[in-house]
């Protein structure tokens, strides 16, 4: 699997990283760190040098319970941070995290080449134009509701039944809108209970039908930490071992805070595979 990219190609044959720079006040895990250019430059340096990808850039907070911010506000926070990290790492492919149409047009016009919609356009449908027109890579996520209210009780007959459904009519809807290359993403987290996360994970592979690449991000997540007692900044080994098994199961793209350790896990991962 390949995705172009501004007239690029990123082989997906090896997996690959996505590193986190949250630019919210809020984040779960990371909000307020990265409250200067300075320290900006220095994490996106050092994501880099550890062997990120992709830097995925986002300005309102998706935790659970999170409140919703003003469309300027988003702008505020993400076009400037999106531009500076454009000017000084030429090379590194950038992507929006946003679900709002508009911030993401600014976003590719500022330099980013990717979109991440948590929504997978259901807050806002506008967004597939918007990456069908600049024939930008589109990550559809699955989520049920919006952040606010999205963990009040989730309900699932058949879990990944019903996410591989509604993923599979939202790629229909984004390829009428001229979307070329598309990455599928469970959502984990997202209106999802801890055994309904580790449902979608032991099953993985079945994702695989939609024969698009499969994105996972449980980095530092609730299902990790709130199982082992503890808090995100003390779930780096739990993260470690989750994305081991996604990779087994298929993942093609892993979200991570933590860049090195993740590029290990490939790494190991990848020589498994090899010598089967």
Do not use: W
């Amino acid at each position: 699997m390949v995705l172009n990219i501004k007239g690029s190609v990123l082989d997906l044959s090896i997996p690959k990283i996505m590193g986190v720079l949250n630019v919210t006040p809020d984040s779960f895990y990371d909000g307020g760190i990265y409250s200067s250019e300075k320290k900006i430059l220095k994490q996106v340096e050092k994501m880099v040098l550890d062997g990120a990808d992709i830097i995925d850039v986002g300005g309102y907070s998706s935790k659970p319970g999170a409140t919703s911010i003003t469309i300027e506000e988003e702008e505020k926070r993400v076009i400037p941070i999106i531009k500076l990290i454009y000017k000084t790492f030429k090379e590194s492919i950038i992507s929006v995290d946003t679900f709002r149409s508009e911030i993401s047009e600014k976003s590719i016009n500022a330099g980013a080449s990717i979109i991440n919609d948590i929504s997978g356009g259901d807050l806002d449908n506008n967004i597939y134009k918007i990456a069908g027109k600049y024939k930008t890579p589109y990550i559809i996520m699955h989520m049920r509701g919006n952040p606010s209210n999205m963990q009040n009780n989730p309900v699932y007959k058949n879990i990944n039944y019903e996410i591989i459904k509604d993923l599979s009519k939202k790629i229909d809807l984004a390829q009428n809108n001229g979307v070329c290359d598309i990455i599928i993403d469970p959502g984990f987290g997202f209106g999802k209970t801890i055994e309904h996360n580790y449902q979608i994970l032991n099953n993985l592979k079945l994702y695989k039908i939609l024969d698009k690449p499969i994105l996972v991000g449980i980095s530092r997540k609730s299902m990790i930490y709130k199982l082992l007692k503890t808090e995100p900044s003390k779930a780096l080994n739990g993260t470690t071992v989750l994305n081991t098994i996604a990779l087994i199961n298929g993942a093609n793209i892993l979200r991570v805070h933590d860049v090195k350790e993740a590029k290990e896990v490939i790494k190991l991962c990848s020589f498994l595979k090899e010598n089967v």
